[in-house]
């Protein structure tokens, strides 16, 4: 088991490596030159030189800036190696994500390391109160429907499903904005808390609750359908099974078939989705976050994108690409927990 | 007895005459002939088991067509894929960069020319500028049609206030968002939108230098209503013009730059309103007074008729006896009935017809492009910008007055009786925040998100199904290696990857198009794991059957076993994914463009053109903008989910065993 991990971890650990570099690479393809502008910015305030001193001061200058921010190569190599810190600067200091250093973000005026963990708590709150919601909806839900197959309780799911299913979720949003901030008012459109009202202690938690709670049932909302139509399916392949037939000649009761039974073979294929779910939550949800204005991993990417903070897409990029390898470990090691023939083969 | 085998077209045909008429005109038209001895047969033989054996793709297909649901969707997603595709070539007139200024987040409706009946043969006078068409009956009864809501401000012209109910009106006007009336002892009403003290004087008008108060004289009713001669409105300026040159004129000085010039003039035989000048005729009636010197200075008597003359050399004497304005562009009526245009045209117009001999024109009406003009002889003729296909005037005999109005025109006779109107009736789904057609955009926006999801798929199932294929087959580090370089695919965060590559693609400057095949290709290139997977899984087991071994030991090619044994067998299960990955292509695309970073405007996508929706107040007051299209989507892949999960359920042998 151990050398099973220690395997899949180097492997993790060389995709980790090439996928930060394609997008290392293919982010050095933007036209941001940020030491010709600081070069230029400084040039700017030296007024008293003539238009030649100028052009050989610049040179100085952007090289001086190239140097600092280690920018005076071409080679993507070398650069990518300096961003993890493995390759020196000009002057033979290294600085790079192993030294700590993430980067700086020109937006927020801050490292990047300083901003980002706010915006994770608060996506990965709101994202584990929904992953427990719909899982506790769905579960019960899906295998009702299977035991039930045909039924009229089951059509009636599959119809609503379908539709769930088949709506991006932003449409969804949509309705639930509509219907419960512009017609019913109860929920603020969108935020954190309310502008200006420096409300403490227990008013302020209300608040926030009062503001996250739309975001929460939508978040809700858009992923029961999927969740589901797959807790449905394995669990009808599950009940399909020689050993289901078995446990019910032997006559348990069809409580135990199908929760003891039936549901342990069901879980397989869940077991991706509830890991990828839950590592999901720290990734933010991003049309979510953007529809409300809530300040999650999602909001901070698409506005660092739309902003182009350099060193805070790269950061979040290392993140998104950290977690779902790691996830696809977890998955692993858990379908491993879950069915035994999957131990033994190892 | 031989019971007839159905063909399959057949029984397409006999399931859509049970679904559209009903089981007795299914039993009647293809049940007819062997009823008879239906009942003897059944009685007499059992059933032959030969008839029973039928081949496995046959039976898939006849336990798809028992599912009605998912045949109901097949006939749905093929009506969305003609009408995409094949509906954009008849829609000669759009464009995806088409906007109008006063047709902005209208509602859906078709009533825009719809003459109230009670009106119909009492016409006085009919006027529009924007969405709306005031009438006056001989009564002095004024009429609203159109669409009467001013945006989202909660004004709606058609609640005509009860005071001009009760009057006796002699004249209305309409403008952008007003409607202003005279009634026949002078008095002065007005109601709508008054943000610009288009009918009322309050502190706030009076202390904004931008705005020009209504006069006290028409204010206090003191119009003598008989020596009224003209009476009209603009975008947010109104202004009558008394039968001795004395003009009154009003409104929002920002829209009318040359507004002052008028102010006070008595000097004045004819006025009207472009998009953004006043234009006026003075008593010398030899050239169209604007008070900017060199505007509309030149003339032509054709749309395409070149620069044209100056308007002095132009006239040679004859006099300007009437000037009518649309957006752009100045029509004059000369003494002589000929008429001469001045000022800009759109592209899409419709040419000044060349008049019979002795036939003159008498009156000329302009809308926001278009005009209309009226002959001695009673014919009506439309000329002018037809995008709305405004310009196209039917034959109309015995005419006497023809109106003009945004739009719209309507000929009227000598009894105020409606002989014909044509124009623009309205918008289906309503028109979006640039005053585009939706029920256009959604066509075009489908060819769009569905070409996208399916031009994905197919780069999906071409590279996944190849390198399953291979992987499958080849084994050993060949598998190896392909399952890890698929592990790195699938392992890529698909938002923030597609944004980067979004982001940098904008960076480059690529046509609208080119813009698209990325957009398609990207899509396809970070979703084919899944094909991959599934294909090498099926591979694998069909690698293991007897037929395989068979061809094997027989010493057939293995490129042939892979393409020509195997290939067929995983047909089914690629076809199931297929549909599903379809309906998740469009909706990644829909999603992508919602946020901003997917296909840009001005091409639709039904994902841009619900962007809008993202803001709560527009998403309730202009429900139009995004219920149609998020209908439509919605129905396209619940269609398409259908079909793919109908698939898997009869092509899986497991699933029938035990129904």
């Known amino acids: 088991m151990a050398r099973y991990i220690a395997k899949r971890l180097v492997y993790m650990m060389l995709v980790f490596f090439l996928l930060t570099f394609i997008l290392f690479v293919l982010y050095h393809m933007m036209p941001a030159n940020r030491a010709y502008t600081d070069a230029r910015a400084e040039i700017q305030t030296m007024k008293r030189l003539s238009e030649e001193e100028k052009a050989t001061k610049f040179d100085e200058l952007y090289l001086k800036y190239q140097r600092l921010y280690g920018t005076d190569t071409d080679n993507n190599l070398i650069l990518y190696l300096r961003w993890l810190g493995l390759y020196p600067f000009y002057d033979g200091h290294y600085s790079g994500i192993f030294q700590g250093n993430f980067g700086f973000s020109y937006e927020y005026n801050l490292p990047v390391v300083d901003v980002v963990p706010t915006h994770m708590r608060n996506s990965f709150l709101i994202g584990i109160i929904t992953e427990i919601a719909v899982l506790g909806i769905t579960i019960p839900l899906g295998i009702k429907c299977a035991v039930k197959k045909n039924s009229r309780f089951d059509r009636f799911t599959q119809f609503f499903t379908l539709i769930g299913f088949s709506t991006p979720s932003f449409i969804i949003y949509i309705v639930f904005i509509v219907f419960f901030c512009s017609i019913l008012h109860w929920f603020p459109v969108s935020g954190m808390k309310t502008p200006g009202a420096n409300y403490t202690g227990w008013r302020e938690v209300l608040d926030v609750l009062h503001h996250v709670t739309l975001p929460t049932i939508c978040l809700t909302f858009g992923s029961l359908a999927s969740i589901t139509r797959i807790t449905r399916a394995s669990m009808i392949d599950a009940l399909n099974l020689d050993c289901i037939r078995t446990a019910r000649a032997k006559g348990l009761t069809e409580k135990a078939v199908i929760y003891s039974h039936a549901w342990r073979n069901a879980l397989v294929p869940m077991v991706s989705i509830i890991v990828g779910g839950f590592f999901g939550t720290i990734q933010g949800a991003m049309i979510l976050e953007t529809m409300f204005g809530f300040k999650g991993m999602g909001l901070l990417f698409l506005s660092a994108m739309r902003t182009a903070d350099y060193d805070m897409i790269m950061f979040l990029e290392v993140i998104y690409t950290f977690i779902g390898l790691f996830s696809n470990l977890v998955t692993d090691l858990c379908y491993g927990l879950v069915d035994p023939r999957v131990r033994i083969s190892k | ?659």
């Open chain 2, 1 to 659: 007895m031989e019971k007839k085998r159905e063909n399959v077209f057949r029984k397409v045909a006999r399931w859509l005459v049970r679904g559209l008429l009903g089981t007795q005109f299914e039993e009647k038209w293809f049940y007819r002939k062997n009823k008879e001895n239906q009942d003897e047969d059944q009685k007499d033989k059992a059933p032959d088991d030969s008839e029973l054996i039928v081949s496995p793709g046959r039976q898939v297909f006849n336990r798809f067509l028992e599912r009605k649901f998912a045949v109901f969707s097949v006939f749905v997603v093929l009506a969305m894929f003609a009408i995409v595709f094949i509906v954009p070539n008849f829609m000669p007139k759009y464009y995806d960069a088409f906007t109008e200024t006063t047709q902005k987040d209208l509602p859906p409706t078709l009533d825009f020319m719809n003459v109230p009946g009670e009106l119909n043969g009492h016409i006085k006078m009919i006027d529009s500028y924007s969405s709306f068409t005031v009438g006056l009956s001989d009564e002095g009864k004024v009429y609203v049609w159109g669409i009467g809501a001013i945006g989202a401000t909660g004004i709606n012209v058609k609640n005509i206030p009860e005071e001009v109910r009760n009057a006796k009106i002699a004249f209305v006007a309409a403008g952008q968002d007003h409607i202003i009336a005279i009634g026949e002892d002078g008095k002065f009403y007005g109601w709508g939108s008054n943000r610009f003290g288009q009918y009322a004087v309050d502190d706030v008008i009076l202390a904004n230098p931008n705005l020009e108060p209504v006069p006290d004289a028409v204010l206090n009713g003191e119009l003598d209503v008989n020596h009224i001669k003209r009476v009209t409105a603009g975008f947010q300026a109104t202004a009558i013009l008394m039968d001795d040159g004395t003009l009154y004129i009003w409104g929002n000085k920002q829209a009318y730059a040359n507004l002052d010039r008028f102010i006070g003039r008595t000097d004045i035989v004819d006025v009207d309103f472009t998009l953004n000048y006043v234009v006026g005729l003075n008593d010398k009636q030899t050239s169209v007074y604007t008070g900017t010197k060199g505007l509309y200075s030149s003339v032509r008597t054709k749309i395409g008729g070149g620069k044209g003359e100056k308007m002095s050399a132009f006239l040679d004497g004859r006099k300007i006896t009437e000037v009518r304005a649309a957006s752009t562009s100045v029509a004059i009526l000369l003494d002589d009935g000929s008429i001469a245009l001045t000022g800009d045209f759109q592209s899409d117009v419709v040419e000044v017809p060349d008049l019979e001999d002795g036939e003159q024109f008498v009156d000329i009406e302009a809308g926001t492009y278009h005009y209309t003009g009226l002959t001695n002889k009673g014919h009506v003729y439309s000329f002018g910008g037809d995008h709305y296909y405004q310009a196209e005037a039917p034959q109309v005999a015995g005419a006497a007055k023809v109106y003009a109005g945004a739009f719209q025109s309507y000929a009227v006779d000598a009894n105020g009786k409606l002989l014909n109107k044509w124009g623009l009736k309205g918008y289906l789904f309503g028109t979006d925040d640039r005053g585009a057609n939706i029920a256009e955009r959604v066509i075009a926006g489908g060819r769009i998100t569905m070409t996208v999801g399916a031009v994905a798929v197919i780069i999906e199932i071409i590279l996944g199904v190849s390198i399953g294929l291979a992987a499958g087959f080849a084994g050993g580090w060949v598998d190896m290696l392909l399952m890890r370089i698929a592990e790195v695919f699938s392992s890529i965060p698909l938002y923030p990857f597609m944004l980067i590559l979004n982001s940098l693609l904008s960076q480059v400057s690529m046509s609208t198009d080119e813009r698209l095949y990325m957009i398609m290709v990207i899509l396809g290139f970070l979703g084919w794991p899944g094909f991959a997977y599934i294909t090498r899984a099926q591979v694998l087991v069909a690698r293991e059957s007897e037929y395989v071994t068979a061809a094997q030991a027989m010493g057939v090619k293995s490129s042939r076993i892979a393409f020509k044994h195997i290939l067929p067998n995983i047909v089914s299960v690629i076809l199931v994914n297929m549909t599903l990955s379809f309906a998740a292509s469009m909706q990644t695309e829909t999603s992508l463009s919602f946020l901003g970073f997917g296909v840009n405007y001005p091409q639709p996508s039904w994902g841009n053109m619900l962007s809008r929706a993202s803001n709560a107040t527009a998403a309730i007051n202009f429900w139009w903008q995004w219920v149609f299209t998020s209908a439509i989507l919605i129905m396209t892949t619940v269609c398409i989910n259908t079909i793919g999960d109908t698939l898997r359920d009869v092509m899986d042998p497991k699933s029938s065993n035990d129904k």
